[in-house]
């Protein structure tokens, strides 16, 4: 039972206006799991080289992380390497190493089998396919995915979507995706593929969430200060992913606080480089933040 | 009593990717006042050349609107030549005729003075202080201004500033009247210069509000037809601003309300080229469009 993460583990070197950090704990896997793991059990499937430091692995642990997934290949971890301008929107990559990640074929163990929330984080959408393809059983599944599978992958894509429960992309990535420049347009052409519900990730003016013919706008947290938005999607898809697998309901209400959830991970996750605020959170704060939300969004009927 | 615009009255040629209009009305007093129109009673303040239809003082007239600070010099009306490419986000100016609102010198009329919410759209600083200066009464006034303005007439704006209830700018202005590229920390050096509120506007993204050290995030009202973006800033503050009027409430709950009008009048502004929707609407439409932004912002607590 309870939630599994299929995705990347990287050393992030980054630069922004505000610092630079060198070899980096990250990649979609870690943000993920890290977010989820305030809310619930969660395993990571993911593979790193022979030089991932242990110190990693560990601080994963102790988040009560299932690390058993992991896999150590011969060869380096996948690196990448980016930079952001005072635009904190929009990342420019520098380079990227992928390493043993380029090898990646995930074969889910038999506990992981048993899981029954999952999250396909952002890799070859064969392999996202592969690995519902071992799960015979009832299960949630939410994907994410990037302009690079788009272009190149569009009907292994396509063909995913017909098994999603919930498709997470950046806004960019929804119009590339759709042809289509109206986001809500955009939005109707991709649930037309097959999706139960997407939601549209919007940077910081937070959310589009479309599900049973409903929409959800949700605002990022207010922050004065984001210091590197590396992992926020990641972290964001942790928060409503843990949330949903925590609370076991799937209602439009549930969705809603866990699209919440989900904007109140990702605001920790770019106050620091890293881990080093999303990995050392208490409850009370996650909480608070999620009240401050319903704060500024909340407005009466006119006729009050 | 009741409400007073000083701003530009305008022939608009506009191209976007849908279509093409030539000379048709526009203006940030045309577009306030009517969207304005259907909460309270509106005066313009406002000049025009001899080549203007008498066509559109009617449609305005229609609307209720109080055309009789509109001043007809000798010469021709201010024109504006304008396209926009699939991110409607942004305007691209081809061309712009001043003509008489070169010349244009406020001078209110004795009713005029009366009028308690006043909004000074975009026009010269010092201009929007002369209208204030006329009026020595308590009153609530709220402003709009542009990139040029905070360039080459920085200090006259800050010292206006000090006299304004509600700035109201879009966001790129916002982060340049501050130099700051965090949102929310621009809004804290904005609102240290005067202004008892701040609103700032994101386009299709939306709405931040800031008022009493509360911060109020409203999204922009869902459309799968955004035809023309041109006036939705105007009547959003027509929306805003008429709401307050009518109801002489300045309580947060009250502005917040008003400001979920002002994207409900704001959708209905680029539906169409120049006042074709938002002059013909009834009220039902109104309200309807405040209850669906009611519907698509809302969520519960998470323990509920």
């Known amino acids: 039972m309870s939630l599994l993460v299929v995705g990347s583990v990287a050393l992030d ?8 950090t060198q070899e980096a704990l990250g990649g979609s896997a870690v943000y993920f799991s890290c977010a989820a793991s305030y809310f619930t059990d969660v395993s990571l499937v993911a593979v790193v080289g022979e030089d991932f430091p242990k110190q990693h692995i560990d601080l994963l642990e102790k988040r009560g992380i299932d690390t058993s997934g992991l896999t150590r290949s011969s060869g380096n971890t996948f690196r990448w390497i980016g930079r952001y301008g005072f635009d904190l929107n929009e990342a420019e990559t520098i380079n990227t190493h992928l390493n043993v990640f ?3 074929k995930p ?5 992981h ?3 029954d929330f999952i999250f396909l984080a952002n890799i070859d959408p064969d392999l996202q396919k592969s690995v519902l393809n071992q799960i015979d059983r009832p299960r949630f599944a939410a994907s994410d995915t990037m302009n690079f599978w788009i272009d190149r992958k569009n009907e292994s894509l396509k063909s995913l979507l017909k098994d999603i429960d919930i498709l997470v992309i950046n806004e960019g990535e929804a119009r590339q995706f759709a042809r289509e420049s109206n986001i809500f347009k955009a939005a109707r052409q991709i649930l037309s593929w097959g999706p139960k519900s997407l939601i549209v990730k919007r940077g910081e003016y937070g959310s589009l969430t479309f599900h049973n013919h409903s929409i959800f706008a949700a605002p990022a947290y207010p922050l004065e200060t984001v210091f590197d938005p590396t992992g926020a999607g990641d972290s964001f898809a942790g928060g409503l992913m843990g949330f949903l697998a925590k609370t076991r309901n799937l209602d439009t209400e549930n969705i809603k606080r866990a699209v919440i959830f989900g904007s109140v991970m990702a605001s920790f996750a770019v106050e620091t480089f890293s881990l080093e605020r999303l990995a050392s959170l208490d409850e009370g704060e996650i909480y608070q933040r999620y009240r401050k939300l319903r704060e500024i969004t909340d407005f009466e ?4």
Chains 1, 2 share one sequence.
């Open 107 to 111: 074969a889910l163990m038999d506990k």
């Open 113 to 115: 089998k048993e899981k």
């Open 102 to 104: 380029e090898q990646f």
């Open 13 to 20: 070197t980054i630069e922004t206006p505000f610092g630079k």
């Open 301 to 304: 009927d006119f006729e009050d």
